[in-house]
């Protein structure tokens, strides 16, 4: 799935006491492309359009102005239907008396899902994301990494195409990041899933990363290849 931006705009309106309100141009004016298989990231300081960039791309906020292209043409839900955000690694409403495997297939039916198909992406997921030894543990009984491993299935039971994380691998400790960065090469070179990896920080995308874009106050200021770049990249810790 090719996703493109044209000429993208997002501004919010913000009520000040009872009669005013001022508007907020967020992001202004961004084209962007995704290239189904790409394994980008999205470097932005807090506040800096970053998060509302990566919810136009992803169906998830209509933009005030410009368009967003899926396979060439404007369809938010098509759009909304093939993406998902990684906010946080929390345990996004598990059942924690259940197993991991039954938390999936209640998962697929309230999402109304198809059998077969929650049945094929379990399958295909649990052995990406190295799952076969928690599989049938309670929720409640799985260690950090475990969890982990069970929100990224759980991203991808839809069949989704692309997965976006919102500074979300800064939460996770070192040991915890270092397996899901290798996990999400394995998934990006199995799949072809593409992935877009937000944060401020230049360390987590360095590792997985052929491109880079860095956003700054709404705007694109660099987008290019990570070898391009890393010379300037490296030397900040944090942008």
Do not use: W
Not at 58 to 66: C, R
Not at 149 to 154: G, Y
Not at 227 to 238: A, P, V, Y
């Amino acid at each position: 799935m090719e996703i493109i931006s044209n000429n993208v705009s997002k501004v919010y309106k913000i009520k000040k006491g009872l009669f005013r309100t001022y508007e907020v141009n967020v992001v202004s004016g961004l084209n962007y492309s995704i290239k189904q298989g790409e394994i980008i990231g999205l470097l932005g300081a807090e506040a800096s359009g970053k998060s509302t960039f990566i919810k136009l791309l992803s169906g998830n906020v209509l933009p005030t102005a410009g368009e967003v292209f899926v396979d060439g043409e404007v369809d938010y839900k098509k759009l909304k239907n093939n993406c998902e955000i990684i906010n946080d690694f929390s345990k996004r409403n598990l059942n924690e008396g259940e197993t991991v495997y039954n938390n999936f297939v209640h998962f697929g039916a309230k999402n109304k899902l198809d059998e077969l198909t929650v049945e094929k992406n379990i399958s295909i997921y649990r052995d990406i994301f190295e799952l076969d030894d928690s599989i049938n543990k309670k929720v409640c009984d799985l260690n950090s990494l475990e969890l982990v491993k069970v929100n990224l299935t759980m991203s991808m039971l839809k069949g989704i195409s692309t997965l976006f994380f919102d500074s979300s691998l800064a939460d996770l400790g070192t040991v915890e990041k270092n397996v899901v960065l290798k996990l999400l090469k394995r998934l990006n070179k199995e799949n072809k899933t593409t992935i877009v990896v937000g944060s401020s920080k230049v360390d987590d995308i360095e590792k997985i990363c052929k491109r880079v874009t860095v956003i700054n106050k709404g705007s694109i200021v660099r987008d290019g290849a990570f070898e391009e770049l890393k010379t300037d990249l490296c030397s900040k810790k944090e942008i």
